[in-house]
Every structure is written in structure tokens, then in C-alpha cells.
């Protein structure tokens, strides 16, 4: 794949064939490769293209530049998430994977033909059948995982591993290799510019770090469906804050109790313990604070939370 994008910066033309359609249809794929050359008016003993209308070369970046090191890893639970060590031929490896291919990727794993039927959010995942992260071609992860921020993003990272061990019946918790490999498939995808990333939070947690498509809105209200609280992006839980009080922020101990019992209520808390209490301080953080010094703002002005990356 990196000797074909080389190639292709040089204004090459490839017709791919999948080795599992050449066995199963042979005529079919070498129809593929035929109609590509008589496309580019490449004969038998030409083998020559035509120069008058030759296409530009494809308009691809002729490297790939991104951070020194890639970002490390951190788990909520007792597994210690292996950091990344790559070398400079490891990095290359990673970054073959330009637009065009990413969505030649897409689809061919079948994974919108899920048996269980989706009724809200983080719903319809026991029939993915997502491969097992420890045997599993990387290309192959990061498709799956793909398909979880294109289904039910924008979600926090730490979500994304429990979605991924929902949708993969070969592990049964989402333990430092599903995390591991989950991180390698996140980073390559925002290499490439098809996800993005942003830290919500103050501790670059898995559960305050959101990931998203290019496409999707950094808050995006959205019914609860099977989310918990801990699945819910700080902003959109600040959202929900900021409507549930008309924009209003808390005056008194009392005021704030309640309404975090309403807006925790929504995903099933009934009870305020310290790890709910502490998701809600960060939201109500985010819903009201003028963001002088911390580079946030208060709904209806303007909503800017650092990157994850920076």
C-alpha cells in the first residue's frame, strides 16, 4: 500500500482487485483491470497510456505530518494500557491509508447488516460481530471502529471500548489489549483526518476525551437509549444542564442538588454518588462558567474545549 501511494503521487493509475473476489469470480475481476486500461487507452503491445488527455496526477499529500508522539493511553480500570512504541518504518506503515481508501475500506466487513434491531443510542451492537482485537488485521479494526463513532458519535473514548467488547463475542471485557488496539485504530483514523478528538475534561481520561467524524456537531442532544451517565459527552450533559435551568446557573447547594438529579435522572442515576457527582461538577463547568482562563463558554455564546491533541 505505501509503493501504491508513492506511485500514485507520480500521477499512477491502479485498478485493485480483492483476492477473495479473483478466486470467487475471476472473470469479473479481470474485467476490472480490462476496463481500467481500456479507460486509460492501454492496449495488448501499447502498454503505453494516451498523453494528449492524460488525467493529473491524483491530488494526495506528499507526507502525511503529524505529532512527534502519538498520544499515550490511559484506562480507568486496573489494566495498564501499553504505551505506543513505533519505529519511523511502523509510523509509514500506519499512515498508508488516504480517503479514498478509507472508504473503499468501508463496508467490506458487512457490519450494517446487524440481526438486532437498533431502537436509541449505544443500541444494536450484540450483532456486529466485530473481530477480535488480538488476531484481528489492523485495517480491519480500524473499520469496526469506524462504525461505532459513525453510529453514536460523539462518545467518549472510554465508551468506544465498551461498545467495541458489546459488538465483538469473542471478548468478554474490554480489557488493556481491546484498549490497546482500540488506541491504535483511534490515532491511525485521526491521522488521517476521518475522526477527531477533544479533551472535555481536566485529566485527558478516557471518559472525558470525545471522538467524533468530521461531520458530526461537538454537541449533539440526543435521547438516552441504552447511555449511561458515564456515556454521555460533558458537553452534552452541559447542554442538558443549561436547558433544565433556562440558562440559570445554580445559587445555592440546594438548586444544584436538584438539578443534577434531574439531568442525572434521564440516564438512570438515582442515587449521587462521588464518581456521578464528579462527571456533573465538569459538565455544570462547561454549561456556565464564562471561561476566562480555561478556554470553555457558556452555551448560546460560544463552546471552545482544547483538543485532545493539543
Not at 89 to 105: C, N, Q
Not at 125 to 147: C, F, I, Q, S
Not at 199 to 208: F, I, K, N, V
Amino acid at each position: 500500500m505505501i509503493r501504491q501511494y508513492r506511485l500514485q503521487n507520480a500521477g499512477w493509475r491502479f485498478a485493485r482487485v480483492r483476492e477473495s473476489l479473483f478466486y470467487s469470480d475471476e472473470s469479473r475481476a479481470i474485467a476490472e483491470v480490462t476496463a481500467a486500461c481500456e479507460e486509460l487507452d492501454i492496449t495488448p503491445g501499447s502498454g503505453r497510456a494516451r498523453t494528449a488527455s492524460a488525467e493529473a496526477p491524483m491530488n494526495v499529500a506528499e507526507d502525511f505530518v503529524g505529532e512527534d508522539h502519538p498520544p499515550q493511553a490511559q484506562a480507568t480500570d486496573n489494566d495498564e494500557v501499553p504505551q505506543f512504541s513505533r519505529s519511523a518504518v511502523d509510523e509509514e506503515a500506519e499512515l498508508w491509508e488516504s480517503e479514498p481508501e478509507a472508504a473503499y475500506l468501508q463496508g467490506t466487513l458487512g457490519l450494517g447488516a446487524s440481526g438486532e434491531q437498533r431502537t436509541g443510542p449505544f443500541t444494536g451492537y450484540g450483532a456486529k460481530h466485530y473481530p477480535d482485537p488480538r488476531t484481528a488485521p489492523t485495517a480491519n479494526l480500524r473499520e469496526a471502529v469506524l462504525d461505532i463513532i459513525t453510529t453514536d458519535g460523539p462518545l467518549p473514548k472510554e465508551s468506544l471500548y465498551r461498545l467495541y467488547r458489546e459488538g465483538c463475542p469473542r471478548v468478554e471485557r474490554a480489557g488493556k489489549n481491546l484498549r490497546h488496539a482500540v488506541n491504535r485504530a483511534v490515532y491511525s483514523l485521526e491521522r488521517v483526518g476521518l475522526v477527531m478528538s477533544r479533551d472535555e475534561g481536566t485529566r485527558r481520561q478516557p471518559s472525558e476525551v470525545v471522538i467524533k467524524l468530521p461531520s458530526h456537531q461537538w454537541v449533539e442532544p440526543r435521547p438516552p437509549g441504552s447511555r449511561r451517565l458515564e456515556d454521555v459527552p460533558l458537553s452534552e450533559l452541559g447542554m442538558a444542564m443549561s436547558d433544565a435551568s433556562y440558562g440559570l446557573q445554580p445559587r445555592s447547594d440546594y438548586e444544584r442538588t436538584s438539578l443534577y438529579r434531574e439531568v442525572a435522572g434521564r440516564y438512570g442515576v438515582r442515587r449521587l454518588m462521588a464518581q456521578p457527582l464528579q462527571r456533573l461538577g465538569l459538565a455544570e463547568r462547561i454549561a456556565f462558567s464564562s471561561g476566562a482562563g480555561d478556554g470553555v463558554r457558556p452555551f448560546g455564546v460560544s463552546l471552545a474545549i482544547p483538543a485532545a491533541s493539543e
